[in-house]
């Protein structure tokens, strides 16, 4: 049994130590593909993707008075990682919240109007016509462009972040195989040592008291 014990310990620790490894090899082979898939892209930021550029071009709307602006900049940098999507995905959102005048999707109707204003409606029977048909609003139709290019990045930032995540795990369980096997070849020399038995030294022999004459 104790034969079984030892060996399962070995065993254990090791098949912590090669997920471990699997599992950053994964993470790091993930995040390589985020960070390609991004460059293939090739996007660069505007030269309004700065603190203070974008500060000033929202100054006097509405809708920018309370709005928590990005404190990143990727002006003139190409977005190749997931820190500078999820960077980039900010600025976009505040281009989108311009087009429409501080209005998110559910705030605009269907249609556009013939005052042209982004707000639009959801009664065909009062928007813009053209060959019998309503027309689409335009600012609605923005916000979803810009929504669904925002997502793909923030897609990318949270994949770079569970790669970061999962090469942690991995260091962990590889350090903790690593720790089991030590403590078991530990616990297995120490037995070893206990069960060498050492003989015990013979007695002194006491000198023989001189016989009396």
């Known amino acids: 049994m104790k034969k079984v014990l030892e060996i399962g310990g070995f065993i254990a620790g090791a098949i912590l130590a090669v997920f471990g490894i699997v599992a ?34 929202v100054a006097g709307q509405a809708w920018a008075k309370n709005y928590g602006l990005p404190s990143c900049s990727v002006a003139g940098k190409a977005v190749d990682n997931g820190s500078t999507a999820r960077c980039f995905a900010q600025y976009m959102r505040i281009h989108a919240l311009e087009a429409t005048g501080g209005l998110t999707y559910a705030q605009m109707g269907r249609y556009a109007t ?30 979803v ?61 006491l000198p023989k008291e001189p016989a009396l004459v």
């Open 114 to 143: 013939a005052d042209g204003k982004p707000i639009g409606t959801n009664d065909a029977t009062k928007a813009v016509q053209k060959n019998g048909q309503p027309v689409s609003n335009s600012a609605r139709d923005v916000w």
């Open 145 to 205: 462009t810009e929504t669904a290019l925002t997502t793909a990045l923030n897609v990318s930032y949270l994949a770079t972040q569970i790669s970061l995540f999962s090469v942690v795990v991995g260091v962990a369980l590889l350090l903790a195989g690593i720790g089991f096997i030590v403590l078991d070849w530990a616990a297995l020399h120490r037995r070893r040592q206990a069960a060498v038995v050492v003989p015990d030294a013979p007695p002194a022999s």
């Open 24 to 57: 950053i090899v994964l993470a790091l082979n993930g995040q390589s593909t985020v960070n390609s898939s991004l460059r293939a892209e090739k996007i660069t930021g505007s030269s309004d993707m700065t603190p203070a550029a974008i500060q000033q071009e």
